[in-house]
């Protein structure tokens, strides 16, 4: 069969995209070369629904090690009891704990989508805010803090069944005891999900969610820098507490029930050769090397997050505690979307973000998310960070200005080739 170079030769000019610009968007990374290899193999081939040791297919000998070696690995980086690395995404992995907790129609509690939340924690848009009945918190208005305060009150008015924590846009750490004190409360189960800050928290950089939170989820892209995909986890399985049935009417220890959300609950076929790439991102996770990766990336953030400050830009909350930061850009007079299409013009690229009580709508925007995991990855330290703070902040205030952008996109072009990008590819 002939090479399909159409589409080969597009893969060659996303990997130059990457190579040259300066990659700011907080839910991205680069992955090692080991695990993108070992993303494309022939485990693509095997379809192997139910989980290892009892598969509904035969030939599963093999794929049964390297999901088991996911498992094993997974729950030795967080210390827990259970782990599912079956998910295609973050997204699929709520969706199964939903699944398996809630009815149609229960009422659920997460931050609001505007407030930095995730689409899949309630958002009208989403089956979890259209199967389910969804309730929210937000963050204060002064500090840009998770209102603690609003969300007990909630809980307390709306007796959600489950509750979400976690975000996409809050760069601070969560009071993960605080929401389980009144989750027992009104007796709901408390889901948080870390796809952001999943690696600091891996390594021991945030504080942990797992003895405080029923269910965990995660991508396993972002901080954690493995192949794209998601993962369900408990730091103990339970006895559900409310005597949740399968659909066979018997009440089952919870992670049968999550096992039976994820498949054939909402996915078919696992894809094999991600779980392989998973498998050897979570060796890399264990690895003394991922410390020093983590902890660079929490410097970074916070080299970033001051130097956006002495300009005089408005971090939300102030500052970060994670890899990622929000700047609302009301006092700069640029929108995000403005903002977002200037920057990549120069080769940067980060993404507009509602902030919160934004006036502008998601499409427009008053602010905009930068996150460091992926630069961080590349090779960059504190120091590196004023050269990205100036160019970017020279973009914004010349938005309209071509010439200008053009020159910083050369100075930028020109920073990126000291940080070599999978050199092995050519
Ligand atoms: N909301 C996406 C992000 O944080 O970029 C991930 O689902």
């Known amino acids: 069969m002939q090479r399909d170079t159409l589409v080969f030769d597009l893969i060659r000019k996303e990997l130059e995209r990457q190579r040259h610009g300066i990659e700011l968007i907080a839910s991205e990374n680069f992955t090692s070369l080991q695990v993108m290899q070992a993303m494309g193999n022939v485990m693509t081939n095997k379809y192997a629904e139910g989980y290892p040791g009892r598969r509904y297919y035969a030939g599963c000998e093999i794929v049964d090690q390297t999901e088991q070696l996911a498992i094993d690995r997974l729950k030795e980086i967080f210390g827990v009891e ?7 995404s973050g997204a699929q992995a709520n969706a199964a704990v939903a699944l398996a907790v809630l009815q149609p129609g229960d009422a659920t509690l997460g931050l609001d989508l505007s407030m930095g939340g995730h689409l899949t924690h309630g958002s009208a848009v989403n089956y979890s805010g259209k199967l389910y009945q969804p309730h929210f918190y937000g963050v204060t208005r002064e500090e840009g803090l998770i209102d603690y305060e609003m969300l007990e009150a909630k809980a307390r008015e709306v007796k959600p069944k489950l509750i979400y924590c976690g975000a996409s846009a809050y760069s ?29 928290i891996a390594k021991k950089l945030l504080n942990s969610p797992f003895e405080h939170c029923h269910f965990v989820t995660s991508t396993t892209h972002k901080t954690l820098r493995g192949p794209r995909g998601g993962i369900i986890m408990m730091n103990k399985d339970f006895e559900n507490p409310w005597g949740l049935k399968d659909v066979k009417g018997n009440i089952r220890m919870m992670s049968n029930l999550l096992d039976m959300a994820v498949f054939p609950g909402i996915q ?22 991922f410390l020093v990766y983590q902890k660079q990336v ?11 400050v002495d300009k005089g830009y408005h971090i939300i909350s102030g500052g970060t505690d994670n890899h990622l930061m929000l700047i609302d850009l009301r006092n700069k007079n640029i929108s995000g979307k403005k903002a977002e299409q200037a920057l990549v013009q120069a080769e940067i690229t980060a993404n507009k973000n509602m902030v ?56 930028v072009n020109e920073f990126m080739e000291q940080f070599i990008l999978y050199p092995e590819m050519g």
């Open 268 to 289: 078919g076929g696992p894809l094999q050769h991600v779980i392989a790439a998973k498998a050897v991102a979570f060796g890399e996770i264990l690895s003394d090397e």
């Open 82 to 88: 259970y782990a599912n690395v079956q998910p295609h």
């Open 356 to 411: 919160p009580y934004d006036d502008k709508s998601a499409f427009v925007t008053s602010g905009i998310r930068f996150g460091v995991a992926a630069i961080t990855t590349r090779g960059m330290t504190e120091s590196h960070m004023p050269f990205i703070v100036d160019s970017i902040d020279k973009v914004l205030m010349n938005a309209d200005d071509a010439p200008i952008i053009g020159a910083v996109r050369n100075q």
């Open 298 to 308: 929490q410097k970074n953030a916070q080299a970033m997050a001051k130097a956006f």
């Open 172 to 200: 601070r750490d969560w009071d993960y005891a605080r929401i389980r004190k009144v989750a027992d409360e009104v007796g709901a189960l408390v889901m948080a999900d870390i796809a952001h800050p999943a690696g600091l």
